[in-house]
T-cell receptor
């Protein structure tokens, strides 16, 4: 089955700097890669996703890149703000309708003002 | 974006009682919903896949007689924790799958904090 590795587990950056979180996956059949942001005591919120037919996707300060050959994908947050502080999870699935997501272990991002 | 609600958001119960958690997709129909539990500072652990009108598919190690799942309509799935014990205390989160343009996206509910005394 699919296995998703996520690094780093914790990340501290100064406000205004960029943050990068990386994930690798094992199943070449996976074709859908979402990223979720989870604040304390809340459910995960979808912030961006990418499907295997594209290599990069951007939404304002957030971007995701995908390298299918190497089986890794990354989240990039530019101009970080204190409100970006949260736990971020990457996930992967074959996106076949009722296929569950396989999550990474999460990255706790702290943006220091 | 699509909205998924959960009720209750927080519940405290005595050991041995049963607790029902509702998951609703508010502005879309979801053939498939998923139930997760999350322990402090850990990732989400999939418990079961809930399909409308059929039996849920449970992950290995999850007791189907203890965690009863019902997906009676395209907008509602329920998880009942039967005979709850302190070790069942956890954060339970559901997600609903929105299918559009041939692809599906999972949206999560806000979670339910269960504390069993």
């Amino acid at each position: 089955g699919e296995n998703v590795e996520q690094h780093p587990s914790t990340l501290s950056v100064q406000e205004g700097d960029s943050a990068v979180i990386k994930c690798t996956y094992s199943d070449s059949a996976s074709n859908y890669f979402p990223w979720y942001k989870q604040e304390l005591g809340k459910g995960p919120q979808l912030i961006i996703d990418i499907r295997s037919n594209v290599g990069e996707k951007k939404d304002q300060r957030i971007a995701v890149t995908l390298n299918k050959t190497a089986k890794h994908f990354s989240l990039h947050i530019t101009e970080t703000q204190p409100e970006d502080s949260a736990v971020y999870f990457c996930a992967a699935s074959s996106n076949s309708g009722n296929t569950p997501l396989v999550f990474g272990k999460g990255t706790r991002l702290s943006v220091i003002a | 974006g699509a909205v998924v609600s959960q009720h209750p958001s927080r519940v405290i119960c005595k050991s041995g009682t049963s607790v029902k958690i509702e998951c609703r997709s508010l502005d879309f129909q979801a053939t498939t919903m998923f139930w997760y539990r999350q322990f402090p500072k850990q990732s989400l652990m999939l418990m079961a896949t809930s399909n409308e009108g059929s039996k849920a598919t449970y992950e290995q190690g999850v007791e189907k007689d203890k965690f009863l799942i019902n997906h009676a309509s395209l907008t509602l799935s329920t998880l009942t924790v039967t005979s709850a014990h302190p070790e069942d205390s956890s954060f339970y989160i559901c997600s609903a799958s929105l299918v559009a343009a041939g692809a599906d996206t999972q949206y999560f509910g806000p979670g339910t904090r269960l504390t069993v005394l």
